[in-house]
Nanobody, 124 residues
Framework: QVQLVESGGGLVQAGGSLRLSCAASGRTFSSYAMGWFRQAPGKEREAVSVINWSGTNTYSTDSVKDRFTVSRDNAKNMVYLQMNSLKPEDTAVYYC?????????????????WGQGIQVTVSS
């Protein structure tokens, strides 16, 4: 069983930065792929940035790939999402998720554990 707790969200002006953190419990965290997803009002949940079990392979969706960076620290059971040059369209609830597989995936159906979500609001 893995429990995930996000932190670091909030309100920021366009062009600003935020760093989301996800603290994971469980001894098998280091063998799991991790992902950051987001859901804006009236829209479906989408994968933002995902990372494999070792942190050596990542993927970010086109709309954020030059601005967001996903990373992990397996020794600390932490996953991070550094978000720079934020835009109003980045406003959403952001979720941390864990998949019981080593390779990353952009499908939410491959993820077995989810955090409660954290609000990120970017004002124009």
């Amino acid at each position: 069983q893995v429990q995930l707790v996000e932190s670091g969200g909030g309100l920021v002006q366009a062009g600003g930065s935020l760093r989301l953190s996800c603290a994971a419990s469980g001894r098998t965290f280091s063998s799991y792929a991790m992902g950051w997803f987001r859901q804006a009002p009236g829209k479906e949940r989408e994968a933002v940035s995902v990372i494999n079990w070792s942190g050596t392979n990542t993927y970010s969706t086109d709309s954020v790939k030059d601005r967001f960076t996903v990373s992990r620290d397996n020794a600390k059971n932490m996953v991070y999402l550094q978000m720079n040059s934020l835009k109003p369209e980045d406003t959403a609830v952001y979720y941390c998720a864990a998949a019981t597989r080593r390779a990353w995936s952009t499908s939410e159906y491959d993820y077995d554990y989810w955090g409660q979500g954290i609000q990120v609001t970017v004002s124009s």
